[in-house]
Nanobody, 114 residues
């Protein structure tokens, strides 16, 4: 399984970014996909997940600002991030759950300047 994340960068507070994660190596349609993030000196935390049925779950800190979606035809999951805040600065990791395994992509840096 390979997860290739992209879309990070530097943005001013209030701006937007869209992260993408392209998956390969298993049946994407029946996996749960998601995004975690890790800020310097902090533990990795859940940002958002989307199940194979399309059910979404978000961290309270990003509700109303971030939106996760998936394109099964492209085996890709997206994270649209709007209203970015400096506290959103972190390395963002793509995540895939395909029972009983969990897979991680390489991180993509998101930096939000004030």
């Amino acid at each position: 399984v390979q997860l290739q994340a992209s879309g990070g960068g530097l943005v001013q507070a209030g701006g937007s970014l869209r992260l993408s994660c392209a998956a390969s190596g298993n049946n994407f349609r029946i996996t749960t996909m998601g995004w975690y993030r890790q800020a310097p000196g902090k533990e990795r935390e859940l940002v958002a997940i989307i199940t194979d049925f399309g059910s979404e779950n978000y961290a309270d800190s990003v509700k109303g600002r971030f939106a996760i979606s998936r394109d099964n035809a492209k085996s890709t999951v997206y994270l649209q991030m709007n209203g970015l805040k400096p506290e959103d600065t972190a390395v963002y990791y793509c995540y895939q759950y395909f029972a009983p395994r969990i897979y991680w992509g390489q991180g993509t840096q998101v930096t939000v300047s004030s």
